[in-house]
């Protein structure tokens, strides 16, 4: 999809801070942050518009997605919690129609 920011951002057509990346997954820091820690992790394919989407195909790219959340909340420091949100559609927030999930923590006063 030549107009998704995701893609570009992968692509390396948009600059990004990226935290860290295996062969299928990119995990960059968002460029408005909603948490003191906020990374988005996005497929490197464009795979699917949202999760209202997934199939039983989207297993391992899914797996390998949340296994990296975790690698990266250890390696951000989040070991008294964090969280991974997504939203699907316009009326949940959604604003980029590549599936993605954001990892947020690093609220110390909760």
Request: overall charge negative; aromatic content about 0%.
């Given at each position: 999809m030549r107009d998704c920011v995701f893609c570009?951002?992968?692509?390396?057509?948009i600059p990004s801070s990226m935290v860290a990346e295996t062969?299928?997954?990119y995990a960059f820091r968002d460029i408005e942050p909603h948490a003191p820690t906020h990374v988005l992790l996005v497929p490197k394919e464009h795979v699917l518009d949202s999760v209202a989407e997934l199939g039983a195909d989207d297993a391992d790219w899914l797996a390998e997605l949340m296994v990296l959340a975790a690698r990266v909340a250890r390696d951000?420091?989040?070991e008294d919690g964090w969280r991974i949100v997504t939203n699907v559609g316009p009326a949940a927030g959604q604003t980029v129609f590549h599936v993605h999930f954001h990892l947020m923590g690093g609220w110390a006063d909760r």
């Open positions: 570009k951002i992968v692509a390396g057509e062969d299928r997954i951000e420091g989040l």
